[in-house]
């Protein structure tokens, strides 16, 4: 009986992840074009400036609390098969 090497036993499953990074990739991409430009439709361009200082100020405050009070998984991460 002849052993898969481990690099090539990670690998099986990477066509499948990165099939699926792409098309939502692609998603956001669109998603973001549609909204842009309907921004820029509506509001002409300096109505960019609200959503990115309204996305920037969420960020901060998530940032922020996450500072102060950081929640953390006791799971742990294993990345190949029987690894304990």
Not at 52 to 70: K, M, Q
């Amino acid at each position: 009986m002849t052993s898969v090497p481990r690099l090539l036993s990670i690998q099986v499953g990477k066509p499948a992840v990165l099939g699926l990074n792409i098309t939502f990739s692609s998603v956001g991409w669109l998603a973001a074009t549609v909204l842009g430009g309907w921004v820029v439709g509506v509001a002409g361009f300096g109505g960019l400036g609200v959503p990115i200082v309204l996305f920037g100020v969420t960020g901060a405050v998530s940032a922020l609390l996450h500072w102060l009070r950081p929640t953390f998984s006791t799971a742990r991460l294993s990345t190949v098969a029987g690894d304990r």
